[in-house]
């Protein structure tokens, strides 16, 4: 493979491109499982050696096992690489932050679909990911059982009866798993609906990551749900749970659409209107506006209010716009100002009708 | 504003959360904000895991007490300085295998150093469980077992006896030592074997 990070840029993103159209209001499902191998200190615990052994075990494993296709499959050694670089495998929901400035002993293997990666020596030292688009808790959740089991026959994981899988953190103990549904909830948040939701949501033991309350458009209405605890029930029952409540999240934005049309129909057209003449005709676009514009016109789409405009594209800019991915496409590095020129000559070209 | 996390930058990102019923407030920079998000603690928790978890704050001050305490003993009736010096450490709980102690658990943010740490700080921790986990006990799926098993059990062994190495050489002790370092080697050319 020549440079992984460029023929990574010239695939479309999976989980935001393969979405069959009636699973518009939720993005994508992801679901990530924490272990740990028995004997081994956790990473923040672990000096070089250990760390480097450690994974140096989980390469041979992820070989051995063919989970993830290996060795057709991306390697990545975030240490090692341009800073720029880093910044995609974030962008593209590949690796969290943490995971990419640790100092040594790091590693990232995706599938040559990206749809499951192992991150070695996050916060744990293996932490498996199934993301898929739409809302597919159950077909995810075969996907990243089955890796699991393939990794174990050849790993020994940290685990004991009464506390299942070992966890660095006690919050991830048990299963290790946390399943989680990115919602796009625009309407909610138009009808001033989204706080109380929310609060529901925290209610029923489910956390809930986005911003809402204050400056709640900048972030691009989305909201990540995902299971707060990780013990004391099995895997089948926390899916349950939480599919139950996104299903409910998913008619309640609908209803809100309904309600915005039927009620305050000039003011959801004017605000979807007005995204979509910022994306058409602006030539500065930060990264804010971009987001906060594009969730409008998504919504826009999914009421089927442009009849040609396909959601696809307009998915694919929520990835193009973040500054790694736009400076790569650019081939160069931008100041801020300057990448809110690209940005919006990008959005421009991209949505020309 | 000042950002609440780093109190340098000027904060831009205010979030209102509601945790526990109560509304919390949060002014964050851009970067801590991106930061916190990435690392997941933009949820529940909010800013400060450990104290949340396990209370250690309390747990330090307590350890703080018993040591005055001793010190206290010691000035009145000490004649002989080298066990003065031995024990007015009382030590709370160490990890034999990593040497992580809940002082160390809270400047990690809640996270532990080993597996076994789960034992050696098994009561702090099932308090903690009780509170944000659903329950105590797990339900879900187990590892396959593999022949490889219990090879985890010798690394930690390993570790266990190069802690004890060091702490032997640190007292002097050249003759458990010496004991250490032929269990090290053992256990290595057991685990070469594999
Ligand atoms: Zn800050
Ligand atoms: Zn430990």
């Keep these: 493979?020549?440079?992984?990070?460029?023929?990574?840029?010239?695939?479309?993103?999976?989980?935001?491109?393969?979405?069959?159209?009636?699973?518009?209001?939720?993005?994508?499902?992801?679901?990530?499982?924490?272990?740990?191998?028995?004997?081994?200190?956790?990473?923040?615990?672990?000096?070089?050696?250990?760390?480097?052994?450690?994974?140096?075990?989980?390469?041979?494993?992820?070989?051995?096992?063919?989970?993830?296709?290996?060795?057709?499959?991306?390697?990545?050694?975030?240490?090692?690489?341009?800073?720029?670089?880093?910044?995609?495998?974030?962008?593209?929901?590949?690796?969290?932050?943490?995971?990419?400035?640790?100092?040594?002993?790091?590693?990232?293997?995706?599938?040559?679909?990206?749809?499951?990666?192992?991150?070695?020596?996050?916060?744990?030292?293996?932490?498996?990911?199934?993301?898929?688009?739409?809302?597919?808790?159950?077909e995810v959740w075969e996907e990243i059982n089955t890796l699991d089991d393939e990794l174990s026959a050849h790993l020994e994981y940290a685990y004991d009866d009464r506390l299942g899988y070992l966890t660095s953190c006690p919050t991830n103990l048990g299963t290790g798993m946390r399943a989680s549904v990115m919602l796009h909830l625009p309407g909610l948040v138009m009808a001033d609906a989204i706080g109380p939701t929310m609060q529901g949501v925290l209610k029923l033991n489910l956390a809930v990551r986005g911003i809402f309350g204050e400056g709640s458009d900048h972030r691009g209405d989305l909201f990540q749900i995902s299971n707060q605890s990780t013990l004391g029930e099995s895997e089948a029952q926390i899916l349950a749970h939480l599919k139950m409540v996104i299903e409910q999240l998913i008619r309640q934005e609908k209803n809100a659409r309904q309600r915005l049309l039927a009620q305050d129909r000039y003011t959801l057209l004017d605000q979807v209107g007005r995204a979509y003449g910022a994306l058409l005709h602006s030539y500065k676009l930060s990264s804010a506006e971009a987001l906060s514009s594009l969730s409008k016109l998504r919504l826009g789409v999914d009421l089927n209010l442009f009849g040609k405009l396909e959601i696809l594209r307009v998915n694919e800019l929520f990835l193009a716009i973040n500054p790694a991915h736009l400076q790569k496409l650019t081939g160069a590095e931008l100041s801020e100002a300057e990448r809110d020129v690209r940005r919006a000559s990008l959005c421009r070209a991209k949505l020309h009708p | 504003m000042l950002c609440d996390h780093c109190k340098k930058n000027e904060a831009t990102i205010h979030i209102k959360e509601i945790h526990d019923g109560k509304c919390v407030s949060l002014n964050l920079c851009a970067q801590c904000a991106a930061s916190k998000e990435e690392k997941g603690e933009l949820g529940a928790f909010g800013l400060n895991l450990a104290d949340a978890l396990f209370h250690i704050g309390a747990i330090t001050q307590k350890l703080q007490q018993q040591n005055a305490a001793h010190a206290g003993a010691q000035k009145s009736g000490a004649s002989d300085p080298e066990s003065a010096a031995k024990s007015t450490i009382p030590e709370g709980p160490v990890c034999p295998v990593c040497g992580w102690t809940p002082e160390k658990i809270r400047e990690a943010n809640g996270k532990l150093g080993c597996p076994e740490c789960y034992r050696t700080f098994a009561d702090m921790i099932n308090n903690a469980v009780d509170h944000f986990q659903r329950g105590k006990t797990h339900l879900g799926k187990h590892p396959a077992s593999h022949p490889g098993h219990a090879e985890g059990a010798l690394h930690a062994e390993l570790q266990r006896l190069r802690r004890e190495l060091q702490n032997c050489v640190r007292k002097e002790d050249y003759e458990q030592a010496a004991v250490c370092r032929d269990r090290i080697k053992e256990i290595q050319a057991r685990l070469d074997e594999k």
């Design chain 1, 1 to 138: 493979m020549s440079d992984p990070i460029e023929t990574l840029l010239k695939n479309p993103v999976s989980f935001l491109c393969d979405a069959p159209p009636e699973e518009d209001i939720a993005i994508s499902t992801r679901i990530r499982l924490a272990r740990n191998l028995a004997g081994f200190p956790f990473p923040s615990a672990a000096d070089e050696e250990s760390a480097k052994a450690v994974c140096d075990r989980v390469t041979r494993a992820a070989a051995e096992s063919n989970a993830l296709g290996c060795p057709d499959c991306y390697r990545f050694d975030p240490a090692e690489m341009a800073p720029l670089d880093r910044e995609i495998l974030l962008e593209r929901r590949l690796a969290s932050r943490d995971f990419l400035e640790r100092p040594f002993g790091t590693r990232l293997l995706v599938r040559g679909d990206e749809s499951s990666s192992i991150m070695i020596n996050e916060e744990d030292q293996l932490r498996l990911q199934t993301i898929r688009p739409g809302f597919r808790l159950d």
